[in-house]
């Protein structure tokens, strides 16, 4: 694959996200080629406050941006003249963080006369997807499932989506954060409950599933952290490995029957999950056992491509601007409430 300027080079893509908490740069070759993806987490910076603050993560993005793209540029053995194209997350997301990537891909974009693209965070998680597995493209039925954002999402193909269910409340990596406060555990909470809910007894505590007997596709998990705010209440004692494994069955079983009704229901052969809450291991599991019982093919990027990354960002830009001839003004503002 050549660069689009007319030389001889491989097509590089440096991406940029930074939506959120995490700072990341990645260069992919082509459209799905990873030569470098490198993350830095801002959690322990966060857990002292119970969950993300805003303004401390721009600045945190501001200091180390630059050296995470060095790195990154680093590892896939490039330099700044050899992109081809410069893509960061417009939105959605947090209005400073995306702001700090968005304005740091243009001036690159800028000073090289290299093109630029923004790039839909939630579009880019549907492509860790055409990462992981470029051999089986769409039709697909997509989750997206993190902590901003729960939905349902019929894959024509990339660049063309329907959207089918969406959260009318709580995210559920959202909702399990929540609990996680509730019940002593620091931010984010989503991996030590998966961890807890391994010990822990799934039908000690009778959790409502909401929304799972619905004839709509949307998603509702306020309720469930209501639930479990006041069994706490009453039941102070209550073994938090019960807890988790109470809460994880009731999400569990929301997303299963939500998203493999959806497959159902719009003929597709294939169920994608993606986003951070992709990576819990009960959720994994329960939905490829039900998947193969069902004939539908339940598909996860590794667990690196589930959390927020630049990979998915430069990936779905190069397509984005390979694929359909896209490029955006250097005037591009970011959109903190950007659908999809």
């Given at each position: ?45 966060h857990a002292r406050y119970g ?92 989750l997206i499932v993190s902590g ?193």
């Open positions: 694959m050549t660069d689009s300027r007319g030389s001889d080079q491989p097509f590089l893509t440096l991406g940029i996200e930074t939506s959120c908490d995490e700072t990341s740069a990645a260069v992919v070759r082509g459209e799905a080629e990873v030569l470098s993806n490198v993350v830095y987490s801002q959690v322990d910076l969950g993300v603050v805003p303004e401390v993560a721009s600045r945190n993005h501001v200091v180390k941006l630059p050296y995470v793209i060095d790195e990154a540029l680093a590892k896939a053995g490039a330099r700044p003249a050899d992109v081809s194209l410069f893509a960061a997350t417009s939105g959605p997301g947090l209005i400073g963080p995306l702001l700090v990537g968005l304005c740091h891909a243009k001036g690159m974009a800028y000073a090289s006369r290299t093109p630029f693209v923004g790039v839909n965070h939630l579009e880019g998680h549907l492509f860790a997807h055409r990462i992981a597995s470029p051999d089986l493209p769409p039709p697909f039925v997509g901003g954002h729960t939905l349902l999402v019929d894959v024509a193909r990339y660049g063309e989506y329907h959207v089918i269910g969406t959260t009318v409340d709580d995210a559920a990596g959202e909702a399990i954060d929540k609990i996680g406060k509730m019940i002593g555990i620091g931010y984010p909470a989503g991996a030590k409950i998966d961890e807890l809910a391994n010990h822990g007894d799934p039908a000690a505590i009778a959790l409502p599933r909401p929304m799972e007997g619905s004839p709509s596709f949307d998603f509702s998990f306020s309720g469930l952290k209501t639930a479990v705010l006041y069994h706490v209440r009453k039941n102070p004692r209550e073994r938090r490995e019960d807890i988790a494994a109470s809460v994880l069955a009731s999400v569990v079983s929301v997303l299963t029957r939500k998203s493999l009704e959806a497959a159902r229901r719009f003929h597709r052969g294939r169920l994608v999950v993606v986003g951070g809450v992709a990576a819990n291991a009960h959720l994994r599991a329960a939905l490829t056992a039900e998947g193969q019982a069902r004939g539908v093919d339940v598909r996860f990027p590794p667990i690196a491509l589930c959390t927020d990354n630049a990979a998915m960002i430069a990936a779905a830009g190069g397509f984005r601007h390979r694929e359909l001839g896209e490029s955006h003004p250097l005037s591009l503002s970011p959109d903190p409430s950007l659908g999809l």
